[in-house]
């Protein structure tokens, strides 16, 4: 899943000042390290977006298409462990063939371990992954592939070496203050249920943001006029992920047949449990862009963009950067109109719509 062809998955960082102009010579000065230097530890370090061992970054080869493109490249050495468990049983059985025993204890067993992983592991092959990133100097916003949490801070702490600072994870809290400049943290909690009090439910600004977006899809048609961008559609599918904070299960997951329409996801909102995941398609005119939606953290997996013109590599990598924006651009406008509703006068009245559609949410048994 890169950039450059096929679905994209990705997560969000804003870049509060430029990059240094020397940004480039100081990403090449934290170049990873040959791979013919790889002992039985790892090694870390940047390459260019071209592939994991292109250690050469120049502003040739770190820029492409107006944008820079690189990857933290992380390589080891590592013993499957099928092949790891087959060459310990070997050993345990000879051991004890040559001994006369019916089994060894854990301390053997451990030390064999030991002894076959100091010797398989340098002949093992390097192990390599890369967390790529995309960086809009227009915008100054990063897109990268570290989409969970271990992955975003080992980004993060690699970013910071080189420039100073590891970039602000786009998340509901820090997207309104870098647009609107204003804080939600204040915002009390909400129930969409009419059977369950908003103290007894989770309190997240982004969970409220999709559940608001699926009520909006359903019970308001699903079209929005997003400012300069025109009009555009919102649709809500399956999967589904819900959750709820206190006793009982704190996460649903609905995947075969219809879950939206199902009885359980009826059952899910009225006990109060708010969608953290699901599939959101973004629509106008023709275009779609269709994704996997994690709202707490912003994250996207599998977005596809809308089929564009047939053109030269670098022009169609343009075009893809240019719908990559335009999707993240109506997805910040959405989160606007959300943040703009939530926090307006007549937030009760919406609140009491929310709750006439989920009791009477029509379903398929």
């Known amino acids: 899943m890169s950039f450059e062809s096929g679905s994209v998955s990705f997560r969000i960082l804003y870049l509060p000042r430029d990059l240094p102009p020397d940004a480039v010579e100081r990403f090449a000065r934290y170049a990873?390290?040959?791979?013919?230097?790889?002992?039985?530890g790892e090694i870390n370090g940047?390459?260019?977006g071209r592939h994991l061992l292109d250690r050469n970054i120049s502003s040739d080869t770190a820029y492409y298409a107006g944008f820079l493109r690189l990857s933290l490249m992380h390589a080891?050495?590592?013993?499957?462990?099928?092949?790891?468990?087959?060459?310990?049983?070997?050993?345990?059985?000879?051991l004890m063939q040559a001994e006369g025993r019916d089994r060894l204890s854990a301390t053997?067993?451990?030390?064999?371990?030991?002894?076959?992983?100091?010797?398989?592991?340098?002949?093992?092959?390097?192990?390599?992954?890369?967390?790529?990133?995309?960086?809009?100097?227009?915008?100054?916003?990063?897109?990268?592939?570290?989409?969970?949490?271990k992955q975003l801070d080992a980004f993060q702490i690699g970013f910071a070496q080189v420039v100073g600072a590891g970039g602000v994870p786009v998340i509901p809290q820090t997207v309104s203050l870098q647009r609107?400049?204003?804080?939600?943290?204040?915002?009390?909690?909400?129930?969409?249920?009419?059977?369950?009090?908003?103290?007894?439910?989770i309190h997240d600004a982004g969970l409220d943001f999709l559940t608001w977006l699926w009520f909006v899809s359903e019970?308001?048609?699903?079209?929005?006029?997003?400012?300069?961008?025109?009009?555009?559609?919102?649709?809500?599918?399956?999967?589904?992920?819900?959750?709820?904070?206190?006793?009982?299960?704190?996460?649903?997951?609905m995947r075969r047949?219809?879950?939206r329409l199902s009885a359980e996801a009826k059952a899910s909102l009225l006990a109060g449990k708010k969608l953290r995941r699901a599939k959101l398609t973004l629509a106008r005119g023709e275009e779609s862009w269709t994704c996997t939606f994690d709202a707490q953290a912003?994250?996207?997996?599998?977005?596809?963009?809308?089929?564009?013109?047939?053109?030269?590599?670098?022009?169609?990598?343009?075009?893809?950067?240019?719908?990559?924006?335009?999707?993240?651009?109506?997805?910040?406008?959405l989160f606007d109109r959300f943040c703009e509703e939530r926090e307006d006068k007549s937030w009760s009245k919406t609140a009491e719509e929310i709750h006439k559609w989920v009791k009477e949410r029509k379903t398929r048994t």
């Open 180 to 201: 609107r400049n204003r804080s939600i943290d204040g915002w009390d909690p909400v129930s969409f249920s009419p059977e369950v009090e908003p103290e007894d439910v």
């Open 108 to 149: 053997i067993r451990r030390e064999i371990r030991n002894e076959v992983t100091e010797r398989l592991l340098p002949t093992m092959p390097p192990v390599l992954r890369g967390i790529g990133m995309i960086y809009d100097a227009t915008t100054r916003f990063i897109y990268t592939t570290a989409l969970s949490d």
């Open 32 to 40: 990873a390290p040959p791979i013919d230097t790889l002992g039985v």
């Open 298 to 333: 912003f994250t996207v997996r599998g977005l596809n963009l809308p089929e564009g013109e047939k053109l030269d590599t670098i022009s169609k990598f343009q075009e893809r950067m240019q719908l990559l924006d335009l999707f993240k651009e109506a997805l910040f406008l």
């Open 76 to 94: 080891e050495r590592k013993i499957p462990e099928p092949l790891l468990r087959a060459e310990c049983k070997m050993q345990e059985i000879a």
């Open 219 to 253: 019970a308001r048609g699903g079209m929005l006029k997003l400012k300069e961008l025109g009009d555009w559609a919102v649709m809500i599918e399956g999967p589904l992920t819900f959750v709820m904070e206190g006793s009982g299960a704190h996460e649903i997951v």
């Open 257 to 259: 047949g219809e879950p």
């Open 46 to 48: 940047w390459v260019t």
